[in-house]
């Protein structure tokens, strides 16, 4: 009997931790907060996180594969402020999408090399590129903080649209995570991922392109932060270059781990990061409905993130054998 008990608490694994938790804040703020299940409200939760999810559908490709990306909010900001500055100084719609393009592909490219091929380890590979495009695309191309979409461009047509009253950015951000989930799953370079991120050095002599995979991570999340990119500027209808300054970049980690995806690799999957973008909306709605201070939701924010992390450390201990599978 007591082994059947054990044996369903390792079951309860950080994943199912969170998604309780997100029930508990929903269940208690649908009591106590005047119009928090109102369905536009319900609406607002999902429609604020869902560019906090692609960018986090991304991140999460790079962490199961065992790396991080730190430039990903820069990459997300600048390469869309160069796009709509291009169009804004009299650039053709295809010539400014393609260099936008250019410059996303080989910020990808030269952070996925310099991990695979030169061995860089990935946090400061992705943290030196992340600063050098925030600072030479903002001294050198373009001349504003922010930069606004012109008028009568698709941007802004995309920003208003509504399918059921219920913004794009949400249908948008469901059809990737459907086709991350179908990447991930059923085809040979998804399984390859966590098979990567669990053993580098196994995958790599059973004959899986290791460092190639390591590249396509990263290109692959560069353009998942150029399309989220240029939702923001849809919604906002320009794009501030000062969020990579922000807390967004934090707010991305968070999403992924929090949900269960392990940072030590070959662990996690849309699902995970479904859970952890429910959790943030959720908590950040209640949380600006009772006004409490920015300062103090970060808080709240970190002090969950380490509960959860802690419990699920209690729950399922790494004993000898799985603490040689993943670690860095």
Same mark, same amino acid.
């Given at each position: 009997?007591?082994?059947?008990?054990?044996?369903?608490?390792?079951?309860?694994?950080?994943?199912?931790?969170?998604?309780?938790?997100?029930?508990? +804040?929903?269940?208690?703020?649908?009591?106590?907060?005047?119009?928090?299940?109102?369905?536009?409200?319900?609406?607002?939760?999902?429609?604020?996180?869902?560019?906090? =999810? +692609?960018?986090?559908?991304? /991140?999460?490709?790079?962490?199961?594969?065992?790396?991080?990306?730190?430039?990903?909010?820069?990459?997300?900001?600048?390469?869309?402020?160069?796009?709509?500055?291009?169009?804004?100084?009299?650039?053709?719609?295809?010539?400014?999408?393609?260099?936008?393009? =250019?410059?996303?592909?080989?910020?990808?490219?030269?952070?996925?090399?310099?991990?695979?091929?030169?061995?860089?380890?990935?946090?400061?590979?992705?943290? @030196?590129?992340?600063?050098?495009?925030?600072?030479?695309?903002?001294?050198?191309?373009?001349?504003?903080?922010?930069?606004?979409?012109?008028?009568?461009?698709?941007?802004?047509?995309?920003? =208003?649209?509504?399918?059921? !009253?219920?913004?794009?950015?949400?249908?948008?951000?469901?059809?990737?995570?459907?086709?991350?989930?179908?990447?991930?799953?059923?085809?040979?370079?998804?399984?390859?991922?966590?098979?990567?991120?669990?053993?580098?050095?196994?995958?790599?002599?059973?004959?899986?392109?290791?460092?190639? /995979?390591?590249? $396509?991570?990263?290109?692959?999340?560069?353009?998942?932060?150029?399309?989220?990119?240029?939702?923001?500027?849809?919604? $906002?209808?320009?794009?501030?270059?000062?969020?990579?300054?922000?807390?967004?970049?934090?707010?991305?980690?968070?999403?992924?781990?929090?949900?269960?995806?392990?940072?030590?690799?070959?662990?996690? =999957?849309?699902?995970?990061?479904?859970?952890?973008?429910?959790?943030?909306?959720?908590?950040?709605? @209640? /949380?600006?409905?009772?006004?409490?201070?920015?300062?103090?939701?970060?808080?709240?924010?970190?002090?969950?993130?380490?509960?959860?992390?802690?419990?699920?450390?209690?729950?399922?201990?790494?004993? !000898?054998?799985?603490?040689?599978?993943?670690?860095?």
């Amino acid at each position: 009997m007591a082994a059947k008990v054990f044996g369903d608490l390792r079951n309860f694994n950080q994943e199912r931790i969170v998604l309780v938790v997100t029930l508990l +804040i929903f269940a208690t703020s649908s009591i106590f907060l005047p119009g928090f299940v109102a369905a536009d409200n319900l609406v607002a939760i999902v429609r604020s996180v869902s560019v906090l =999810g +692609i960018l986090a559908l991304g /991140m999460s490709l790079v962490i199961i594969g065992r790396g991080i990306d730190l430039s990903m909010v820069a990459v997300m900001a600048m390469s869309v402020a160069l796009y709509l500055q291009l169009l804004n100084g009299g650039q053709s719609e295809g010539i400014a999408l393609a260099l936008a393009l =250019g410059f996303v592909l080989a910020i990808g490219l030269l952070n996925g090399f310099l991990v695979a091929y030169a061995d860089v380890p990935a946090i400061f590979v992705t943290l @030196a590129s992340g600063s050098f495009v925030f600072g030479y695309v903002r001294s050198q191309l373009i001349d504003t903080d922010a930069v606004t979409v012109p008028a009568g461009h698709w941007l802004l047509g995309l920003g =208003g649209l509504r399918i059921a !009253e219920v913004p794009i950015e949400v249908y948008i951000f469901a059809v990737l995570s459907v086709v991350v989930f179908l990447f991930l799953r059923f085809t040979k370079w998804g399984r390859y991922i966590f098979f990567a991120g669990d053993n580098p050095a196994a995958a790599r002599n059973t004959g899986i392109p290791v460092r190639p /995979m390591l590249v $396509l991570r990263y290109v692959l999340s560069a353009l998942t932060a150029f399309a989220a990119g240029l939702l923001t500027a849809a919604s $906002l209808q320009s794009i501030n270059t000062r969020v990579v300054n922000s807390n967004l970049l934090y707010d991305i980690v968070l999403v992924a781990v929090i949900g269960g995806i392990g940072l030590s690799g070959g662990k996690g =999957g849309v699902r995970n990061v479904l859970v952890g973008a429910a959790l943030i909306g959720i908590m950040l709605n @209640a /949380m600006t409905i009772l006004d409490i201070p920015l300062i103090y939701q970060n808080l709240i924010k970190s002090t969950i993130l380490l509960f959860a992390i802690i419990v699920d450390g209690l729950i399922n201990p790494r004993d !000898e054998q799985t603490a040689q599978q993943g670690d860095i």
